[in-house]
């Protein structure tokens, strides 16, 4: 009965709104839509602001091109090598990490070499950020809730296509580019990047961007060869229109590992010019796409967590966030909330958070605020679980819309774990 099957998902988002009150504990809230808080989006923003904040975009996005090193200290660098040097690590057997594994991969790192190289180059499709030179995994005790996958800590982030990049140097046995990003530090295997010139570098940044507001793009050159799958918000160099469709430049690696930009086109209906309006319609275009995504720790398989969902919403309306949730936490006009009772804090952020365009921040976890409902605030997120007594986890594995006490029914929740009891600060990220 396929009209009862496309029907139950409406019934079940319109029961979980109405408030009703079911016998026993009640679910856990859950929801992949908007629409019911898009009615409290503020208005667009206006064209000197979006100006200013598109313009300080472009200046974070393309800020490896501009640098003539890295800006990092060899302790910066290696940081990762001392933080698992006396931990215990698995890998992807469950078993514990042989530690000569690790020694080859810090001994292939070469950090002896840090800025040696010192050239540009550019993501040629979507790839992992490392913290060593491997695609190998690094978890902490699998046995343990919240640890084994998909918590791998040699996973950094993931990168999209044309992503700027300043290449320190390449590990010992040239497989590998230690990189700064514009938003982060690592490796990345040699194949995935290719080496820019600087007129290349200043023709790119002249052009307009057109960015990708679907999932899973699929990108070809100029033959119809398929390159490669791009994720929202990514961004190429526009070039024209075409009928339905943007001009764009998207990127290739030749045989000697140089930069070649093939014409392509991008379809209106998968993306647009940069910066989109922050207007409704484009609001929910963009969250629609990203609600729904299974949770993936720094990106991995190319999923989101929480600060690359928060980051990837924004930045199609050319708005910059950086990567982690701590330093989104600090961007714009930040509320402490600390220290104030569950029913203030759900007060204050309804007062004065804006929703869309405001974040609230725990250690470990950020959260878009997308409105209110009978005055408790409602968030869009990317989130692992919600924790449960003796450490364990009710697992949500998606991005969704939640309350902020979501799971407090549950039998065994950890009602001290609950969100509201841990928000600690709400941050409008662009003022109305």
Same mark, same amino acid.
């Given at each position: ?47 000197e602001t979006t100006k200013r904040v598109y313009a300080d975009f472009l200046a974070h996005h393309y800020a490896p091109w501009q640098m003539r090193s890295l800006d990092v200290t060899p302790e910066e660098a290696t940081w990762a090598v001392r933080h698992f040097a006396d931990k215990p690590i698995y890998g992807e057997n469950r078993l514990p990490l042989e530690k000569k594994r ?178 409704? %319609? &484009?609001?929910? #275009? !963009?969250?629609? /796409?990203? *609600? ?8 991995? @398989? ?28 600090a961007v714009g006009r930040v509320v402490p909330l600390e220290g104030l009772g569950a029913e203030e804090k759900e007060k204050r952020i309804v007062e004065e958070g804006v929703p869309f365009r405001t974040l609230l921040y725990l250690p470990g976890h950020i959260m878009l605020y997308v409105g209110e409902r009978d005055g408790h605030p409602y968030v869009m997120h990317n989130m ?23 799971? %407090? &029914?549950?039998? #065994? !929740?950890?009602? /001290?774990? *609950? ?8 941050? @409008?990220?662009?003022?109305?």
């Open positions: 009965m396929p009209g009862l099957r496309t029907l139950f998902p409406l019934l079940l988002l319109l029961w979980t709104l109405t408030g009703c009150t079911p016998k026993g504990p009640a679910p856990v809230f859950l929801s992949e839509s908007v629409l019911p808080f898009l009615s409290q989006a503020p208005a667009p923003l206006d064209p690790l020694d080859a991969w810090i001994l292939n790192a070469d950090y002896d070499s840090l800025n040696r190289l010192e050239r540009h180059a550019v993501i040629v499709h979507p790839t992992s950020l490392r913290l060593f030179p491997s695609m190998r995994p690094i978890f902490l005790d699998p046995s343990l809730p919240g640890e084994g996958y998909p918590f791998d800590y040699n996973q950094n982030s993931a990168l999209k296509a044309m992503t700027p990049l300043i290449v320190s140097h390449l590990s010992r046995d040239g497989g590998w580019a230690f990189v700064q990003t514009p938003f982060a530090l690592g490796w990345v295997p040699i194949r995935d990047i290719a080496w820019i010139d600087e007129r290349q570098i200043e023709g790119i940044m002249q052009l307009p961007k057109a960015v990708v507001t679907g999932e899973r793009l699929p990108v070809y050159d100029g033959k119809r060869t398929f390159l490669f799958y791009a994720k929202l918000a990514t961004l190429f160099p526009l070039t024209g229109s075409e009928a339905t469709s943007e001009k764009i430049l998207v990127p290739r690696r030749s045989d000697d590992g140089k930069l070649l930009l093939d014409h392509s086109l991008l379809p209106e209906i998968w993306g647009g010019s940069m910066p989109l309006p922050m207007n409704v %319609e &484009n609001i929910r #275009r !963009v969250a629609e /796409k990203l *609600l729904g995504e299974p949770y993936g720790w720094g990106g991995l @398989v190319e999923d989101r967590d929480c600060s690359a969902m928060t980051r990837d919403f924004f930045a199609p309306f050319g708005i910059w966030l950086p990567r982690n949730s701590r330093a989104q936490a692992w679980g919600i924790r449960t007594r003796g450490n364990g986890r009710h697992i949500v594995g998606r991005a969704v819309v939640t309350d902020l006490r979501i799971g %407090e &029914n549950l039998p #065994r !929740v950890d009602k /001290k774990a *609950l969100l509201i009891e841990r928000v600690v600060s709400m941050n @409008v990220i662009v003022d109305p």
